[in-house]
Nanobody, 125 residues
Framework: QVQLVESGGGLAQAGGSLRLSCVVS????????TAWFRQAPGKEREFVAV????????FYEDSVKGRFTLSRDIAKMTWYLQMNSLMPEDTAVYYC??????????????????WGQGTQVTVSS
């Protein structure tokens, strides 16, 4: 079993910053990626960013490129999402996920087997 615990959400003003953390533990042998998704009320869960473990390559959804940075401390099995220049449309519950996304796609929720509980990010205008 794999556990993911997110933290760092909260309230920010437009233009502000927040940093989310995701600690991954347990049997991770079948995982090769860690991703962040978000879900706003009434909307589907959408891809934000993904880090591929072996290559350390990171990919972003277009609307967050240049504003969000996904980094990791592999020794601590912790992934961070630094969010700058926040906008009200970034308001959502943010989820961390891990798994082997190669088959179903790394930008799709179905590509991941394990999920955290989510952390709320609210950006006021």
């Amino acid at each position: 079993q794999v556990q993911l615990v997110e933290s760092g959400g909260g309230l920010a003003q437009a233009g502000g910053s927040l940093r989310l953390s995701c600690v991954v533990s347990g049997r991770t042998e079948s995982s090769d990626s860690t991703a962040w998704f978000r879900q706003a009320p009434g909307k589907e869960r959408e891809f934000v960013a993904v880090n591929r473990w072996r290559s350390d390559a990171t990919f972003y959804e277009d609307s967050v490129k240049g504003r969000f940075t996904l980094s990791r401390d592999i020794a601590k099995m912790t992934w961070y999402l630094q969010m700058n220049s926040l906008m009200p449309e970034d308001t959502a519950v943010y989820y961390c996920a891990t798994g082997d996304c190669s088959y179903y796609g790394c930008t799709r929720p179905g590509g991941y087997d394990y999920w955290g509980q989510g952390t709320q990010v609210t950006v006021s205008s």
